[in-house]
């Protein structure tokens, strides 16, 4: 499966959408991690339920948040998603989520970076 870029996109985004926008972080490390998950987000714990935990918060404290996923790029065993998240009070941040998956297709590891979106631009062309 890792060669199967398409599918690989598919489930990240999957995966991503469950998490942040359907609120159900369990159920997307359930069907979408392999046995074990690397994280470089620091204000994210290591493993499994570090990531459950923090997203539980999220979703208590930012129930009306939203991620849309402008574009996803797929090599190898990486994904990368290009992401627009909407947060409420009018806060939007541009973001990159990196993924690597394992030989099954499964997530296994995960980068991030996020930029907010300014409210002037010196042009034209936009975050997305």
Do not use: T
């Amino acid at each position: 499966m890792i060669n199967d870029l398409e599918q690989n996109k598919k489930n990240v985004i999957a995966f991503y959408e469950m998490m942040f926008n359907d609120c159900e972080p369990a159920k997307a490390i359930e069907q979408y991690v392999g046995d074990d998950y690397i994280q470089h987000n620091p204000d994210v714990e290591d493993g499994k339920q570090g990531f459950i935990d923090y997203f539980i918060k999220m979703a208590d404290e930012y129930p009306v948040k939203s991620v849309v996923v402008k574009r996803a790029i797929a090599e190898g065993n990486h994904v990368v998603l290009h992401c627009h998240q909407i947060w409420p009070e009018g806060l939007e941040y541009a973001g990159m989520d990196i993924f690597r998956l394992d030989e099954k297709g499964k997530i296994v590891e995960h980068w991030d970076v996020l930029q907010v979106i300014p409210d002037h631009s010196k042009n034209d062309n936009g975050m997305f």
